[in-house]
């Protein structure tokens, strides 16, 4: 398995979630070919990240007020995402982090699902400290010498080993083969969500108290507090392999791609289409994302926010009728 972003839901966990996704229904009759009402109904995954839920808002605003179609918004974790696929309550997912045993069961093995292009975004992974920390230990990004370190870092939920701090528990991770591969005195606690991982970052850096950690890129954030990364061992093939003894940092996501269902194509070939051109920058998500977290907003009003500003960029993506 190519290494992926975060770890897999639990199998209950994934099937009381997509019991409850089928509430809503999915799927209708006839699509319109461009703007203009229709009956179709399309079910866009969104994972707990708010990066991913900046594109679901943008692609579902315009597929409704633009298309006419009616969009569904599931709230699911990847695992489940891509399940859904199969049992027809989703037809994209907006933002894939890697999940190659993934595309191999529902792309190439069930024929359930199809790529559908870049989002235009690249994505990294990876280990970070706090900028004052940087400063103040400036050796301390070379992951040789964090050994050295792994007693600032000690909590009461880390015991006598230093604390990584990972995000949400459902996201897939490799951190804990990282540790073990690297023979690093650490151990995983998970912040509990992506927002608790940012708010750990932030009181980190007001309050100069030491803190390693799991983020990523595109992310608001950043623009707020610089993140400064640490240096593992470059990713190469194969480095990966074994999923609990990894030497390497995170496989690059360059670019980040893209999901639908294969029925998408018959059911409602305007919104495939649409989907599939969606592309944008790290700065374009970031704006949306920030608003949602940041701003008070709802996904639609973030999402028309942008839309209204940026139309030279979005009428591209709208097949022609």
């Known amino acids: 398995m190519h290494v992926t972003r975060r770890v897999r839901a639990l199998v209950v966990v994934s099937t009381i979630a997509i019991a409850l996704a089928a509430c809503s229904g999915g799927g209708g009759s006839s699509a319109a070919p461009g703007g203009g009402a229709t009956d179709e109904v399309v079910d866009l995954a969104v994972n ?35 399940e859904g696929f199969e049992s027809g309550e989703v037809d994209a997912i907006l933002e894939n982090w890697g999940h190659a045993d993934l595309i191999q069961t529902y ?29 103040e230990y400036p050796d301390i990004t070379d992951y040789t010498k964090l050994n050295g370190y792994a007693e600032l870092f000690k909590t009461s939920e880390s015991g006598d080993k230093g604390q990584f701090l990972a995000g949400d528990p459902s996201f897939v991770t490799s951190d804990a083969g990282i540790i073990k591969g690297l023979d690093l005195d650490f151990e995983v606690v998970y912040a509990g ?27 608001w954030f950043l623009n707020e507090v610089p993140l400064v990364k640490i240096e593992l061992p470059p990713y190469t093939d194969g480095c990966d392999a074994d999923p609990e003894n990894i030497t390497c940092d995170y496989a690059p996501y360059v670019p980040l791609d893209k999901y639908i269902s294969k029925s998408l194509e018959t059911t409602a070939p305007s919104a495939a289409t649409f989907i599939k051109n969606f592309s944008w920058s790290a700065a374009d998500q970031n704006e949306v994302a920030n608003d949602i977290t940041n701003n008070d907003m709802s996904r639609e009003d973030a999402a028309k926010k942008w839309v209204e500003a940026n139309e030279a960029t979005w009428k591209a993506w709208i097949p022609a009728s």
């Open 193 to 219: 969500s992506e927002a608790a991982l940012i708010e750990a970052f932030r009181k980190a850096e007001q309050d100069k108290t030491p803190l390693l950690g799991y983020f990523y890129s595109p992310q």
């Open 107 to 135: 792309v190439t093995d069930k024929a359930v699902a199809v790529a559908a292009g870049s989002t235009g975004v690249d994505g990294i992974i990876g280990w970070f400290v706090p900028p004052w920390m940087a400063t």
């Open 48 to 82: 707990p990240w708010v990066g991913y839920e900046a594109n679901a808002a943008v692609v579902g605003y315009l597929l409704e007020n633009e298309m006419g179609y009616t969009v569904e918004y599931k709230d699911l974790a990847e695992q489940v995402s891509w």
